[in-house]
C-alpha cells in the first residue's frame, strides 16, 4: 500500500546528523510548511500516519477455523458414514449442526474484533501544521514527511521530526528510551551513530512534551518510525496458550478417545448379544457418539468468552484476545504502574510551608473544590499574607493555563501539571486567574531550563508596583534569597536550616517541592536579566505537591486483598514518593522498597527470596519489569502486568495478562498486551478480574449443563442396545435436536449469569488444575443416570400402553427436554441453594430461554413438518403432566445433593 520506496529510503537517511536548514531543503520543505497541494499528494504517496494493524486472518479462514476441534472431528466423521448409508436426513442434520456452531463462533469472534476496531478509533490524536502559512489542526494519521509540525506542553508528538526550533523544549521519552526524566532538546545534529537517547535535535512519535515549545519538520511518519519499527517486531512474538485451552483441548482429546471406544464396544457387543446387524449397528453406535458429543460446547465457550468481552469493555477494559478473560480470573498478582494507574495523574497541592504557619490543602486533582486548613481548622486564605502573595505568586509566574471546554467542575491543564495544580490552588483560594494577569500583566521573564532550575516573570501593577516573581527547586532557590517573609510585613534573614527541614519533611511525605520567591523592582524595569535574580530575593515559602492516588484505586486494590491477589506498584518515580502513595493505598508492605540501583546490584538468588514480600518498587528501568515478572512467574504466581511504553513490550508480552494503557499507551505496548484499559484506570483491572472469575465460572455451570444432557443420551442409546430393545428410545436427528435447541436457549442462558455474591472474596483459582473437579464429575454422573432413568422409563411406559414407537420417542425427546429446563435452575449455582427469589428469577435469560424452548418444543411435537423431519408425533395432557411429574425430580434430587455437601 502506500509506504513508497521513498519513503523507506527516508529511514536510511541519518537526519539527526544533519543542519536543519538541510533536512528542509531536502525534504522540499520550509518555515512556511508545505502547500496543500503538496500535503494531498504525499499522503497518497507515503499513505497515512498510523501503525499498520495486525492483518487478522481472512473471513474464510477464521470460518474454517471453527471446525479445528477434535469433538467436530469426530462428528463429521459420524455425518459421513451415516451420509453412505443413505440415511440422508440423519446426515444432513449432523452436518447442519456442526456447521450451525461454526456459523456462532465466527459471529461472535468478530464482535470481539469491532470491540477493537473502535478501540483503536477512540486513541487517534491530532496534529497542529503549518501548511501554507497558516496553523492547522488536523488528524495525525494525515501528517506525511515535509509537514511543519508545533508542539506544546502536554501534546503527545504525533510522528519522527527533525527539530526545526525550539523554545525551553523538554520531553519524555521513556515509552521508547526507558530514560525516566524528561529529555532537554536542542537544534544541534549529533554523531551520525548517536543512539537513540542521545538524538537531542530529534522527536519521536508518540513521546511526550513536558515543557517548551517547539517546531520540527516530519521525516517520518506510519511504520517508518523507530515506535512504528519496533512495535513490528514484538507483534512478531508469539503468545502463550491460555489455561482454559490447554484443559479444553486436553478435556476434548479424552471425550473423543472415551467415545470412540465406548461407540465400539457398542457396535461389538450389539452384534454378539444380540445379533444386530452391522449396519442397524452402525447407527445405534453413531447415535452414541452424537449423543455422547457435546456439539454444542465450542460454540458456548466461545459466547460465553465473548459475552464476558463486551461485559469488561462496559467496564473499559479492552480485551485483544478472547482466552485471556479466562486468565483474568486466575490472577493471582498484580504489578502495576503508579503515575496515572493507581494516581490520578493530576498533581495536587497539598502543603503550604511559610516561616510561621504550615497549610494543608483539601481536594484532588484538577477540580478547585477543597478547603484550606491551619493547625486543622479551615481558614480565610486573604486573611494569611504570606500564603495570599504565595498564590499571587503561583497563578502569576506561570506558563500553564486552564480549559474546561465541557463546563464541568474539573478543568483540564494545558501545560506542566505542577503548574496546574498551582492555578487550581488559585482558584480554591478565591483568585480570578484571567483577572489576576489583566491586573498584572506580564512585561518579561526567563523560562524555566534545566541548567538554572526555575522560572522568573516581571509583572507590572496597574497601582505603580512591580514585582519579581521566582518559582523553582527549592535547594535553587534558597541560594538566591537573602530574606523570608513575615505575617506582619517584615523581612527576616533567611535561616537555611529550617528551611532545610520543611523541605526534607515534605519530600518524606512523597511530595514535590517547589519553592516560591519574590522581589521588588523599580516600575521603570521593563527586561529581566539572570542578574536580577541572583541575589536580595525575598523566600515566601514552599509548594508541597502530590500525585494523590485515585479513590477509586483504593477501593480496587483492598477488593483485590480480600479476592486474595497481592498488588505490587513498580514505578520510576522517588521511593519516598512510592511509599508514600502505597500507603495510602493500603498495599500489603508498603514501608519497604526496593529500588532499580538495588535491583542491578543484587544476586537474583537474592531477589528471588524478596519479590514475593517487596510490593514497591522505585526508581526502576522498565527492563526490570521483565525480570520481575519471571521470578514471579517461577514462583508459581498468574502475573498481570501493566505498562505504557516500547520497552516494557517484553514484560507485558512475558506476563500472563499484560495490561497496557488506552490513553498514554503506545501502540507497541497495546500489541504486545492482551487487555487494554481505555481509562488507563486500575479500578478497571480488578473490575476485569472479577469478569474473568464469573466468566470460568459460567463455563464450569455450562459446562456442569451440557454434559449430563449428553451423558444420559448416550446411556439411553448404550442401556437400549445391551438391552436388546428392538427399537432406539431417541434417534440420531432426535438427540442432535436435543443437543442443539438446548445448547443455543438453555445452555447459552448461562453465559449470561452475573456475578456470584463472594467471587471476589475468594482465593484465585488454581490453574494447574482440570477443568472437571471430582465434585463436578460426580454431578455430571450423578445426573445422567437420572436423566437416562427417567427417560428410559416413560418410554418404556409408553410402550406398555400400547403407544406407537413414534410416540414414545415423542415422549422420550420432550421428557429430557424437561429434565434439562429443571436443572437449568440448579446448574446457576454449582453448590449454593438456588431456592430463594435470586436463585429461581435472578437471571432473565434463563427465564427468555425456556419460554422460547418450550415454543420450540410445542413445534417439534405438533407441527406437521417437523413431525416428518424429526420423526415425531402430538401427545395429550395427560402424556404431559407425567413429563413433568417426572422431570422435575432432577431439580429436587440435586437441591438435596448439594445440601449434603455443603454439610460434609
Known amino acids: 500500500m502506500a509506504q513508497s520506496t521513498h519513503h523507506s529510503n527516508n529511514h536510511s537517511r541519518h537526519w539527526h546528523h544533519q543542519d536543519a536548514n538541510a533536512v528542509l531543503t531536502e525534504l522540499d520543505s520550509g518555515l512556511n510548511g508545505l502547500s496543500c497541494q503538496q500535503a494531498e499528494a504525499r499522503l497518497h504517496q507515503y499513505g497515512p500516519n498510523q501503525l499498520p494493524e495486525t492483518k487478522p486472518p481472512s473471513a474464510l479462514l477464521r470460518f474454517l477455523q471453527q471446525f479445528n476441534n477434535v469433538l467436530i472431528y469426530v462428528l463429521l466423521a459420524a455425518g459421513i458414514g451415516t451420509l453412505l448409508l443413505q440415511h440422508f436426513i440423519d446426515a444432513s442434520v449432523i452436518f447442519a449442526v456442526v456447521f450451525l456452531n461454526a456459523l456462532i463462533g465466527f459471529i461472535q469472534e468478530g464482535k470481539a474484533e469491532d470491540a477493537l476496531r473502535k478501540i483503536r478509533q477512540m486513541l487517534s490524536p491530532t496534529a497542529e501544521v503549518i501548511r501554507d502559512s497558516h496553523h492547522h489542526t488536523i488528524d495525525a494519521c494525515e501528517l506525511v514527511p515535509g509537514d511543519l509540525v508545533q508542539l506544546h506542553a502536554g501534546d503527545k508528538v504525533p510522528a519522527d521530526l527533525r527539530l526545526v526550533s525550539l523554545k525551553g523544549l523538554q520531553i519524555q521519552e521513556s515509552a521508547l528510551t526507558g530514560e525516566s526524566v524528561a529529555v532537554e532538546k536542542s537544534l544541534d545534529s549529533v554523531d551520525e551513530n548517536a543512539v537513540l537517547g542521545d538524538r537531542r535535535c530529534m522527536c519521536f512519535s508518540s513521546t511526550l512534551v513536558t515543557h517548551g515549545q517547539g517546531i520540527g519538520v516530519v521525516v517520518h511518519t506510519g511504520a517508518q518510525t523507530e515506535i512504528g519499527r519496533i512495535s513490528n517486531l ?87 484476545r478472547l482466552p485471556a478473560v479466562e486468565t483474568l480470573g486466575a490472577v493471582t498478582v498484580i504489578c502495576s504502574d503508579k503515575t496515572g494507574t493507581l494516581t490520578r495523574n493530576e498533581m495536587t497541592l497539598r502543603s503550604v510551608a511559610t516561616a510561621q504557619h504550615d497549610f494543608e490543602f483539601e481536594g484532588t486533582g484538577y477540580a478547585p473544590h477543597g478547603g484550606i486548613l491551619k493547625n486543622g481548622a479551615e481558614i480565610m486564605p486573604e486573611q494569611q499574607s504570606v500564603l495570599w502573595q504565595m498564590l499571587h505568586g503561583g ?183 512510592a511509599k508514600a502513595i502505597a500507603q495510602q493505598l493500603n498495599l500489603t508492605n508498603s514501608n519497604n ?173 488454581d490453574a494447574a488444575k482440570p477443568l472437571l473437579s471430582p465434585l463436578l464429575i460426580w454431578r455430571v454422573a450423578f445426573v445422567s443416570v437420572i436423566l437416562a432413568s427417567g427417560t428410559i422409563g416413560l418410554y418404556l411406559w409408553q410402550i406398555d400402553q400400547g403407544q406407537s414407537v413414534t410416540t414414545a420417542r415423542t415422549v422420550a425427546v420432550n421428557t429430557l427436554v424437561m429434565f434439562e429446563i429443571f436443572y437449568l435452575f440448579n446448574s446457576r449455582y454449582i453448590s449454593a441453594s438456588v431456592l430463594s427469589m435470586d436463585g429461581m428469577f435472578g437471571n432473565k435469560y434463563v427465564l427468555y430461554a425456556i419460554a422460547l424452548l418450550i415454543a420450540f418444543q410445542l413445534a417439534f411435537t405438533y407441527f406437521p413438518p417437523l413431525n416428518t423431519l424429526f420423526g415425531t408425533a402430538a401427545i395429550n395432557l395427560s402424556q404431559w403432566l407425567a413429563i413433568i411429574g417426572v422431570s422435575s425430580s432432577v431439580f429436587f434430587l440435586v437441591e438435596a445433593e448439594k445440601a449434603l455437601i455443603r454439610r460434609w
Request: proline letters at 5%; charged letters at 20%; one cysteine or more.
Open 593 to 765: 522498597a526496593l529500588i532499580g540501583s538495588q535491583l542491578i546490584e543484587m544476586d537474583e538468588a537474592d531477589l528471588r527470596k524478596l519479590v514475593e514480600d517487596i510490593d514497591v518498587y522505585a526508581r526502576v528501568d522498565p527492563e526490570h519489569k521483565l525480570q520481575l515478572v519471571q521470578l514471579l512467574q517461577e514462583r508459581g504466581e498468574i502475573a498481570a502486568m501493566t505498562g505504557d511504553g516500547v520497552n516494557d513490550a517484553p514484560a507485558l508480552k512475558r506476563a500472563d495478562v499484560g495490561i497496557a494503557m488506552g490513553k498514554n499507551g503506545t501502540e507497541a505496548a497495546k500489541e504486545a498486551s492482551e487487555m487494554v484499559l481505555a481509562d488507563d484506570n486500575f479500578a478497571s483491572i480488578s473490575h476485569a478480574i472479577e469478569e474473568g472469575r464469573t466468566v470460568y465460572d459460567n463455563l464450569k455451570k455450562a459446562i456442569l449443563f451440557i454434559l449430563p444432557t449428553n451423558g444420559g443420551e448416550a446411556l439411553i442409546v448404550l442401556a437400549a442396545v445391551l438391552l436388546g430393545f428392538n427399537q432406539l428410545p431417541l434417534t440420531p436427528v432426535q438427540i442432535l435436536w436435543v443437543n442443539m435447541i438446548t445448547a443455543v436457549t438453555l445452555a447459552l442462558s448461562l453465559a449470561f449469569e452475573p456475578s456470584e455474591k463472594h467471587v471476589m472474596a475468594r482465593a484465585p483459582r
Open 234 to 320: 514484538v507483534s512478531q512474538v508469539s503468545s502463550a496458550t491460555t489455561p482454559l485451552l490447554r484443559q479444553m483441548a486436553q478435556f476434548g482429546r479424552w471425550l473423543s478417545m472415551a467415545i470412540l471406544v465406548i461407540a465400539a464396544c457398542n457396535f461389538v457387543l450389539g452384534i454378539a448379544l444380540h445379533n444386530y446387524a452391522p449396519a442397524e449397528m452402525f447407527l445405534a453406535s453413531v447415535s452414541l457418539a452424537v449423543a455422547a458429543i457435546p456439539e454444542g460446547l465450542p460454540a458456548i465457550m466461545t459466547i460465553t468468552l465473548a459475552i464476558g468481552v463486551q461485559r469488561m469493555a462496559r467496564r473499559n477494559a479492552i480485551l485483544r
Open 395 to 577: 497563578v502569576l509566574c506561570n506558563e500553564s493555563s486552564l480549559e474546561n471546554k465541557e463546563h464541568s467542575d474539573t478543568y483540564q491543564v494545558v501545560g506542566d501539571p505542577m503548574e496546574g495544580a498551582l492555578l487550581i490552588a488559585g482558584l480554591k483560594a478565591g483568585l480570578e486567574i484571567e483577572p489576576l494577569h489583566a491586573q498584572y500583566p506580564r512585561t518579561d521573564l526567563i523560562p524555566f531550563e534545566s541548567e538554572h532550575r526555575f522560572m522568573a516573570t516581571l509583572n507590572h501593577g496597574h497601582n505603580g508596583d512591580t514585582s519579581i516573581w521566582l518559582k523553582g527547586a527549592p535547594e535553587q532557590v534558597l541560594q538566591m534569597c537573602r530574606w523570608q517573609q513575615t505575617e506582619s510585613g517584615e523581612l527576616q534573614p533567611i535561616n537555611p536550616a529550617f528551611w532545610s527541614e520543611k523541605i526534607h519533611a515534605l519530600a518524606s511525605c512523597g511530595q514535590r517541592v517547589l519553592a516560591i520567591a519574590m522581589k521588588p523592582v523599580i516600575e521603570q524595569q521593563r527586561t529581566l536579566h539572570f542578574a536580577d535574580v541572583e541575589t536580595e530575593l525575598v523566600l515566601l515559602g514552599l509548594f508541597g505537591l502530590i500525585d494523590p492516588p485515585r479513590d477509586e484505586a483504593i477501593r480496587a486494590v483492598e477488593r483485590c486483598h480480600k479476592a486474595g491477589i497481592r498488588v505490587k506498584m513498580i514505578t520510576g518515580d522517588h521511593a519516598a514518593t
